[in-house]
């Protein structure tokens, strides 16, 4: 699954969006004309388009050809990438770890391709359990191999700073397909390496 493409923002949207945050906080009750927020709504319309700049992520200029030929017929895991992500429902933060593994059939991805797919997805709003799915299918459309496994674990400061109010919870999503979803001591493996965090 490709991420959509999207025109870059205009000018006109960048200061629609600042005047907006102004707007946003006289709601609040605050003066946007003091001293520490006048600009303030300059900075929240530059990191939320930093935030959200995942949509315009076409992933074959990501790869940039970093696809290669190569007869390997093992587990290539990459684990504890960090992610961080806007929650749509709340625009709060969520934040944790992803550890994506697939089973090539002729084909490799340059390691380092597999967070900035991460990055590409975690960039927009989100929740956690597309955000899992899109990776798993990204890796799938980009490799065709044997099979894809992802698993996220995060925490949501929706969850933390508001609502039920539980600073201890983790969420844990995934998202199997192919071999590690068909073949259990293909998915016991990848989970055991994941769980036991094997390596360095």
């Known amino acids: 699954m490709t991420p959509t493409s999207a025109p870059a923002p205009s000018p006109e949207g960048a200061d629609a969006l600042a005047d907006a ?12 004309n003091r001293e520490g927020l006048v600009r303030t709504p300059d900075r929240v319309a530059k990191s939320l388009r930093f935030l959200t700049s995942g949509s315009a992520v076409d992933l074959g200029k990501l790869l940039n050809g970093a696809v290669f030929e190569e007869e390997c017929d093992e587990m290539v895991l990459v684990r504890d990438i960090e992610l961080f992500s806007l929650c749509e429902h709340h625009m709060l933060p969520f934040y944790g770890k992803a550890h994506v593994a697939y089973l090539p059939k002729g084909k490799i991805v340059g390691l380092s391709k597999i967070p900035r797919i991460v990055d590409a997805y975690a960039r927009r709003l989100q929740v956690q359990e597309r955000l899992t799915r899109q990776v798993a299918h990204a890796i799938e459309s980009v490799l065709d191999p044997l099979g894809v496994a ?32 068909d073949d259990p001591k293909t998915r016991s493996e990848f989970l055991t390496h994941v769980q036991h965090r094997i390596g360095p």
Do not use: P, W, Y
């Open 150 to 181: 992802v698993v996220i674990e995060a925490r949501h400061l929706c969850m933390m700073m508001r609502g039920v109010e539980k600073q201890n919870s983790l969420a844990t999503t995934s998202k199997m397909l192919g071999a590690f979803r």
């Open 21 to 32: 945050v102004r707007t946003m906080l006289g709601e609040l009750g605050e003066d946007a």
